[in-house]
Structures are given as structure tokens and as C-alpha cells.
């Protein structure tokens, strides 16, 4: 086994460089994990451009799939060779306030991956056991990788929202999490509509499952919904407060705006269109891991699927300014070595 492993890591805001680091063995409650994937995250954007206070250098991703490899003291319910993930939330810590009240999502203690510690964009991470999502045999690890963020994001979203079989729910954007957003939602049973600006995303809509394509920058998105009836839930995966606003009249009373997406933009909307209909705005993070591993089970068996594109990890520079630039179509995954073996690439 090499004493050392490649990873690609920042120096500073931007400064991507391919480094050796020193393989180490997992410490209490950690687990050692050989990456076989790792998603380009939008979110990744908080470590390479230093949105977070960071301490450099640090390797961002949070959206890997590997094997464990090594395990440390006190680790129980996980074996050395099981394929497993990690999201952006690092593990909780099972103590504070939240955590004993079940709310694991908002752990006081809860690190981010490739944030507070290294991440995915390397042949090698150290995680938390309590962070650990078990992989389904039925999905590739490049496949599932993706689903470790912007599925449970959406997918969470969606479940927990007070949509039922039937009702009407339109996902705004459809790109990273969008797409992904449209395919759970016709698979949960909703009346689907898929909204984002041209007409010549309506094809992808409706191949993703979208019973009705709304073209924002051809018509006004909350006209069109109360044209429908009005949507129950409006997903938000576009960034941006403006966005959210556009839309939020084109909920039936006692609706709900769910936003994933974030921007910069304040949320700009009138007392008198929250309170007449009694509509509601709403914020979802992640999910712990068991909505993790919920995600990937409710993919595998309905048949989700992201769209991805792979690139070696020492591409791991392009294929981040390739997604922030909107170009990738719809996640740019990258493989490592690892993946090279069964449920791999």
C-alpha cells in the first residue's frame, strides 16, 4: 500500500494545485475511505473561492463515494470493503441540544465536508462514522455520487413538503438540482411542472418527467401556474431571491415556496401576497443519513438518474470552472483509480 495518495487541493482562494499527501489511519469514530467519485458541487464554490473561513490548504468535495478501507477505534456497523458516501454534512455529533431531539440535520457540531476538514477531491478521505451513507448495489459509483447532495437535496425537499399524491407542484430550474428535482417529483406521484427560461428546454422537461413546461422568459411564471390552478409547491432551485419572488403568486392558498438554491439576492415579497392565500416560504438544507441512504434506495428502485459528465480527478480544476460557468449538463463527476472496479465507473 502507498504511504501517500494524490489529492487535489486549494493553497488559497482559487489556487488549485495536485499534491502527494500522507496516507493516515482513521481516528476515533473515522473511518478511512479509498474515493472512487466525487461530484462538482455549486456549494463547492464556499471553499474554492474562500466563502467560508478555511484553513489552507484544504481539498473541497462533498459528494464522494468510496470504499472504506481502514477502520478507526470504536467504529461499529461498518466493514472494511463496504462501498459508502459522504454529503456536505461531515457526521453529527449525537450530543448537543439537537441531536437528542432527532434533528441531526442542525447538529451544533456538525462539520461540512471539504470545508472544516478534507473532502473528495482525492484518492483518499478520512470521514466521520456518523456522516456514512451505505451505497446500493444497483447504482455506479458515479452515478450515486451526485445523489449525495443534489438528490437528498431535493429529494428532502419534496418529501417533506405538504404536496400529496396529485397535487400540483412546479420545480423552478432545471439544471443541476432541477433536473434532478423534476424526475423525484413525477416519481412521488405530483402533477409536474418543469419552469426555466427558453423554449428549448421544454423537451429535456418532459423527458425528465414534466407533465407542463412553463418558458419564464416567454410568460409570467405565477400567471401561468394559477392558470393550472395554482401549485401546491413551488421547488426553488435556482439561486436568487428575485427568482423565488417571480413565482411565489403562483401559489394556491396555503402553498409553499421551498428554496434550495442560494444566492446573494434578498427575498422581496409583499406582506399582503404572504398573508392573502396564507402562503409560506420555505428554506431545506441537506438531509441526515438516512435520508441519505432513503434517496438513493427511492432512486435505484424509480429509476433517478443524474445526468452526468466524468473527468479524471487531475481535471478537477476544469470541470469546477466548467460547472460554475453552467456549462456542464447537469454534474460533473470526477473518478479516481479506485472506481475502476465493480459498482465503480
Not at 139 to 159: E, H, Q, V, Y
Not at 266 to 293: H, W
Not at 298 to 315: D, H, K, N, R, Y
Amino acid at each position: 500500500m502507498n504511504a501517500t495518495y494524490k489529492a487535489i487541493e486549494l493553497s488559497g482562494p482559487g489556487k488549485f494545485s495536485e499534491v502527494r499527501k500522507p496516507l493516515l489511519d482513521p481516528g476515533r469514530n473515522q473511518v478511512r475511505i479509498r474515493v472512487e467519485a466525487c461530484g462538482v458541487c455549486h456549494s463547492d464554490s464556499a471553499t474554492v473561492e474562500g466563502l467560508f473561513p478555511i484553513d489552507w490548504p484544504r481539498v473541497p468535495g462533498h459528494e464522494l463515494v468510496g470504499r472504506i478501507d481502514a477502520l478507526g477505534s470504536g467504529v461499529q456497523g461498518w466493514a472494511v470493503g463496504q462501498r459508502v458516501g459522504v454529503g456536505f454534512l461531515g457526521g453529527f455529533c449525537g450530543y448537543c441540544e439537537f441531536c437528542r431531539n432527532g434533528d441531526l440535520v442542525n447538529c451544533r457540531n456538525q462539520e461540512y465536508t471539504g470545508i472544516h476538514h478534507d473532502g473528495g477531491y482525492a484518492e483518499v478521505m478520512i470521514a466521520k462514522a456518523s456522516g456514512l451513507v451505505a451505497i446500493p448495489d444497483e447504482l455506479s459509483s458515479a452515478a450515486a455520487a451526485p445523489l449525495l447532495c443534489a438528490g437528498i437535496t431535493t429529494f428532502g425537499a419534496l418529501r417533506n413538503s405538504p404536496a400529496r399524491a396529485g397535487d400540483l407542484v412546479a420545480v423552478l430550474g432545471i439544471g443541476g438540482l432541477g433536473h434532478l428535482g423534476v424526475q423525484y417529483a413525477r416519481r412521488m406521484g405530483f402533477e409536474v411542472v418543469a419552469i426555466a427560461r427558453g423554449a428549448d428546454t421544454a423537451e429535456l422537461a418532459k423527458k425528465l418527467g414534466a407533465h407542463h413546461y412553463i418558458d419564464s422568459s416567454a410568460t409570467d411564471p405565477a400567471s401561468a401556474l394559477q392558470a393550472l390552478g395554482g401549485a401546491k409547491v413551488i421547488l426553488i432551485t435556482a439561486s436568487g431571491g428575485n427568482t423565488l419572488a417571480a413565482a411565489f403568486k403562483g401559489l394556491r392558498p396555503g402553498g409553499t415556496s421551498i428554496a434550495v438554491g442560494v444566492g446573494p439576492e434578498p427575498i422581496e415579497i409583499t406582506g399582503t401576497d404572504l398573508i392573502f392565500g396564507e402562503r409560506k416560504v420555505a428554506g431545506s438544507l441537506t438531509g441526515n443519513p438516512r435520508t441519505g441512504e432513503t434517496t438513493l434506495r427511492f432512486s435505484a428502485l424509480s429509476g433517478v438518474s443524474p445526468m452526468i459528465e466524468t473527468a479524471p480527478l487531475e481535471q478537477a480544476p476544469s470541470a469546477y470552472a466548467k460547472m460554475m460557468a453552467g456549462k456542464a449538463r447537469f454534474r460533473m463527476v470526477l473518478m479516481t483509480e479506485n472506481g475502476a472496479g465493480p459498482n465503480g465507473d
